[in-house]
């Protein structure tokens, strides 16, 4: 293994530090925020449904009323990757529980205040060392983010509604076991350590009529702070922290029936703007599409389905570098369904499969391949008061 390639292994965990998930099928970031958007494919920006909906896209707070969410997104992924060669196979196996929540208050008929908040998880956790040589430790490592979005939101006479949240993010890492220029072949433990970083979100949602609804939401890139015992070898290229990209997303929602709604969103990601994941790794920007449907069996039940599909954001000359994590999915299948428990209660249930194809390294990645399966269920509440 040259140094190049060493070196080039020793920041894969920077590919873990953004606020979303590393093997689903966007990215570092999840299908969508709040059980019934996720249900849907994550199509959300011009259909919000409760009130984590500041995740998706700010203006939806307009819409949801007076209510509460809370939610826990459990995901399980599996892995298998030919590490140099195909006599070098290692499997990887991870569960983590993501919670979400949010709350709104409808203050005026034309205005909402409210808080969003969302988290998200990432990790590997190898069975044995990636590297057969003596002294090596397991490769496991984990992020953990929690962003809180503070929203406001006014609507006008003609049915916009513009929304305004305010993002602070907290990060915590800690990586061991990956190959790096160091003794013994392997960068250090330095346990774990916290960022933090603040940034804005801005939406807008038009409900045109009672049929058709548009909407378009925008985030800069959140600078993080630096994790500073890492600073000096798994994120040396990227100064020590890693920043989460600059998005935004378009949508429309189409109901044709009291029974039916169809949501469709489009959502842009400048991975290959953020140091963290374009040096080394090869990231580039990603397009996502997202489309749901939403059926109303009865007053008590609704139904949901939905697909998200990306274009996979790096190539296999850069297999090795993001073969650690297990695994780089484009699709994700989502159903899910609410029980309504009384007039004011529900209990939402939603289920997603990623995956995508799998990664034979060419060029500097010739030997390394990964392959890879990511489930998650999401059990959800609702209150509206």
Do not use: C
């Not at 049929?211 to 798994?234: F, T």
Request: aromatic share 12%; charged share 15%; glycine share 12%.
């Amino acid at each position: 293994m040259n140094t190049k390639l060493i070196r080039a292994l020793s920041i894969a965990p920077v590919i873990l530090l953004s606020s979303q998930l590393s093997q689903a099928n966007v990215g570092t970031h999840l299908v969508g925020y709040g059980a019934k958007a996720q249900s849907m494919g994550g199509a959300s920006v011009a259909f919000p449904q409760d009130a984590i909906a500041a995740a998706n896209n700010p203006a939806g707070m307009a819409l949801v009323g007076n209510r509460f969410d809370a939610d826990v997104q459990m995901l399980y992924a599996t892995s298998e990757t030919e590490f140099g060669s195909s006599a070098n196979k290692h499997n990887s196996s991870i569960f983590m529980a993501i919670p979400e929540f949010g709350v709104n208050f409808q203050i005026t008929p034309k205005v909402t205040l409210g808080v969003s908040t969302y988290a998200s998880g990432v990790g590997f956790k190898y069975d044995d060392p990636l590297v057969p040589v003596p002294g090596f430790r397991r490769a496991r490592g984990t992020l953990k983010q929690f962003e809180v979005l503070p929203t406001a939101t006014y609507t006008f006479d003609n049915g916009l509604s513009l929304g305004l949240s305010f993002v602070y993010a907290i990060q915590q890492f800690e990586a061991q076991g990956l190959p790096g220029p160091f003794p013994g072949g392997q960068n250090p433990y330095h346990g774990k350590e916290n960022s933090y970083g603040t940034s804005w979100r801005i939406g807008g949602l038009w409900k045109i009529n009672d049929q058709w609804a548009v909407g378009a939401s925008y985030n800069p890139k959140i600078k993080m702070s630096k994790l500073s015992g890492y600073k000096d070898d798994l994120l040396s290229q990227s100064g020590g922290s890693a920043d989460s990209p600059e998005q935004y997303s378009i949508g429309a929602s189409y109901k044709p029936t009291d029974r039916w709604t169809m949501a469709l969103d489009l959502q842009y990601i400048g991975w290959d703007k953020t140091d963290a994941f374009s040096e080394g790794f090869g990231w580039r920007s990603q397009t996502v599409v997202k489309a749901g449907a939403a059926y109303e069996l009865n007053k008590d039940w609704t139904v949901r389905g939905g697909v998200s599909h990306a274009r996979l954001h790096t190539t296999e000359d850069y297999t090795a570098q993001n073969s650690i994590l297990g695994g780089l999915n484009t699709t994700a299948l989502t159903t899910g369904v609410t029980r309504k428990l009384t007039e004011d209660s529900e209990l939402n249930l939603t289920f997603e499969y990623d995956f995508g194809p799998t990664l034979n390294g060419t060029g500097p990645s010739e030997g390394f391949k990964t392959e890879s399966d990511f489930y998650t269920v999401t059990v959800g509440y609702g209150w509206k008061f």
